[in-house]
Nanobody, 123 residues
Framework: VQLQASGGGLVQPGGSLRLSCVASGRTFSRSVMGWFRQAPGKEREFVAALTWIGGTSYAGSVKGRFTISRDNAKNTVFLQMFSLKAEDTAVYYC??????????????????WGQGTQVTVSS
């Protein structure tokens, strides 16, 4: 699976963004897809994950503000982000794990990674 993330940018606090991640590969429809983020000087941290049958998991810091979804026909996973805060500023990465229903929350749970897209929340 190859992943291409996009949709990042500069947004004011309280604003919203939608990230997209297009996947290529035969088993996208049977993959768990995840979003992680990494701020400068910090470790990569889990944001959200979604199975191919609709199970989801969110980090506590984004629950209620972010929504992960997927369009299997377009091989795309989305991260809709609302009520953005300065602390959401980071490079956001999409990730994939094939042929599983396990909602991994650690980077080591995933086999494939996109290149990252920068999200900056600032006034």
């Amino acid at each position: 699976v190859q992943l291409q993330a996009s949709g990042g940018g500069l947004v004011q606090p309280g604003g919203s963004l939608r990230l997209s991640c297009v996947a290529s590969g035969r088993t996208f429809s049977r993959s768990v897809m995840g979003w992680f983020r990494q701020a400068p000087g910090k470790e990569r941290e889990f944001v959200a994950a979604l199975t191919w049958i609709g199970g989801t998991s969110y980090a506590g810091s984004v629950k209620g503000r972010f929504t992960i979804s997927r369009d299997n026909a377009k091989n795309t996973v989305f991260l809709q982000m609302f009520s953005l805060k300065a602390e959401d500023t980071a490079v956001y990465y999409c990730a994939a794990k094939e042929r599983t229903l396990a909602l991994g929350t650690s980077p080591s749970d995933y086999d494939y990674w996109g290149q990252g897209t920068q999200v900056t929340v600032s006034s």
